[in-house]
């Protein structure tokens, strides 16, 4: 049986899909099998950020319509081979997603992974819920902002009422929290929340802090998981991320200013606060 | 006393129950009862030999204008089983009487002998906490007797809503911004409050708010709130205690 992981937060742009597309080549880099959902139907993005868009015939509407079979929508990755995406329809909206149909779709899939991931999209609603229902483990992306916080703390409430472990009141889901977009001299300015203030209030195990970076521009553009670019802070963030998730012990990186800025800080720090 | 000899045939406690309130608004029983037939018929199973309270205080009628007698029938014949009257003018509440419905009294509100004109709704609204005159003539002080608290263990987060009917409520997490918390009771947060509190909500003047830190987006006390702007000499952060004293709510420091 594969787990189930949602990528979620609540709000929009705070980077939930490049953390998913991060996130399933690095389980799949590391020989587990994996699938990545997008649930975006209607907003499908994921294609573009792992540079598959050209390759997309059928989508997860067209399986659970009945109109292909999975294996036909399924596209296969060609960097890491235990890797395949699941797109959605640009064309649809998130009314032709059906629970009964998504759960025939993962439970198809977990037969033959180890883990399934779900792309949720933004916000509460339909498409979001059936994104996060059939989760086993929840990864929560959070900005450093307090909007971000604040609805990064809703859909923990939400995974923790209407998910079906919920409802059928089993064990709760799992749940990690990855901090995106950290900038440390924002935060050492007073510009950004601290990461202690941000788990002090979203209260969840600390999965990875991946820092600001402009290769993940460059990475979403070119169609790369950032995670492939072992020159990038961010990828080498999401690489540690990967491995607390399974389990290993990593000292977390990329929270301080980098030592270039102490020059320009020592020259016009004195002016601030 | 019971005496210990003879072995315990019955215990006599106190309970807390939420019940449904129908009020008439026809002293009529030959329009409300058809009006509603209608509507359960629409909901079948709903509110079967479920037990209400019949609300007089809408009823602008001489007591012999009003059947009780037809209305119990009526009302037994639909399945449904009324225990009672609330609010009314005293005439009223006699003729209940006769027809088997004693008055009943809500939850912190006034002795039903006291009010004689159309009283206010009793219960204050958790919705929207607006100032109330504090309940007067309360009976002695027996809060604590034959309530329970609420425990919440796990954070209270944004968007949930925590409501403990007739107890006290204890969360020893964090209460997030954009959660509310609700007790008929007393709150106690051992973390950061920092949503709303909503104590006392059954217009109990006498419950408090703890917190051990202090710094809530707004908190109310029977009905008196106070939103975060207006807390301006509070102690923001601390391990604090709210009452109410009076009309005014009262920010101390704990321990």
């Not at chain 1, 949602?6 to 590391?30: C, I, N």
């Not at chain 1, 699938?35 to 015939?57: Q, S, Y």
């Not at chain 1, 198809?108 to 509460?124: K, N, Q, R, T, V």
């Not at chain 2, 008439?24 to 409300?32: I, S």
Request: glycine share 10%.
């Amino acid at each position: 049986m594969a787990q189930v992981i949602v990528v979620t937060s609540g709000k929009g742009g705070v980077g939930k899909t490049t953390t998913s597309a991060a996130f399933a080549t690095g389980l799949a880099q590391r020989g587990k099998r994996t699938v990545v959902i997008d649930f975006d139907v209607g907003l499908r993005n994921l294609d573009l950020i792992m540079g598959v868009e050209r390759r997309v015939v059928f989508d997860i509407v067209n399986v659970i319509q009945g109109e292909a079979r999975l294996s036909q929508a399924l596209i296969r990755d060609k960097r890491v081979d235990t890797l395949s995406i699941l797109p959605a329809s640009q064309t649809r909206d998130k009314d032709a997603l059906t629970r009964d149909g998504v759960a025939q779709v993962i439970e198809e899939l977990s037969a033959d992974h180890d883990y399934i991931l779900c792309d949720s999209p933004a916000g509460i609603e339909k498409g979001a819920l059936l994104a996060l229902y059939f989760a086993d483990q929840a990864v929560v992306v959070t900005n450093p902002e307090v909007s971000s916080v604040r609805d990064s703390d809703r859909i923990l409430g939400v995974l923790q009422s209407k998910s079906k472990r919920a409802e059928e009141k089993r064990d709760k889901v799992k749940e990690h929290l990855l901090v995106t977009r950290y900038d440390p001299e924002r935060v050492a300015r007073g510009e950004m929340l601290k990461l202690d203030d941000v788990q002090e209030i979203l209260a969840i195990p600390l999965l990875g802090v991946v820092p600001e970076s402009e290769s993940v521009l460059k990475a979403s553009n070119t169609g790369t998981p950032v995670i492939l670019d072992s020159e990038s802070n961010a990828g080498l963030a999401y690489k540690d991320a990967v491995g607390r998730f399974l389990g290993e012990d990593l000292p977390y990186r990329f929270l301080e200013p980098e030592r270039k800025g102490g020059l320009f800080k020592r020259l016009f720090g004195g002016r601030a606060a | 006393m019971s005496s210990p000899a003879l072995p315990e045939s019955f215990r006599l406690r106190a309970g807390n129950f939420s019940l449904l309130v129908l009020r008439l608004l026809d002293p009529r029983p030959e329009t409300v009862l058809p009006a509603l037939g209608d509507q359960f018929r629409r909901a079948p199973g709903f509110l079967r030999f479920a037990p209400i309270v019949i609300g007089l205080q809408d009823l602008q009628a001489a007591p012999e204008e009003v059947d009780f007698r037809a209305l119990v029938e009526g009302l037994h014949a639909l399945e449904i089983v009324p225990i009672g009257t609330i609010g009314g003018s005293a005439a009223l509440r006699q003729a209940a009487i006769a027809a088997g419905l004693p008055p009943l009294r809500a939850a912190g509100g006034k002795d039903p002998a006291e009010e004689d004109m159309p009283p206010p709704p009793a219960a204050a609204s958790t919705e929207a906490p607006a100032p109330s005159p504090p309940a007067a003539g309360q009976p002695p002080d027996f809060r604590g007797a034959g309530r329970t608290a609420m425990l919440v263990t796990e954070p209270v987060r944004s968007g949930q809503r925590i409501y403990a009917q007739g107890a006290d409520l204890v969360v020893t997490a964090t209460v997030n911004a954009g959660a509310e918390v609700i007790a008929d009771g007393n709150i106690h947060v051992y973390g950061r409050l920092s949503g709303r509190a909503v104590a006392g909500a059954a217009d109990d003047a006498g419950a408090r708010i703890f917190a051990l830190n202090f710094d809530p987006e707004l908190i109310a006390i029977a009905g008196y709130y106070a939103v975060r702007e207006g807390l301006g000499d509070a102690p923001i952060g601390r391990a604090v205690q709210v009452r109410l004293e009076g009309e005014q709510m009262r920010f101390e420091p704990l321990g």
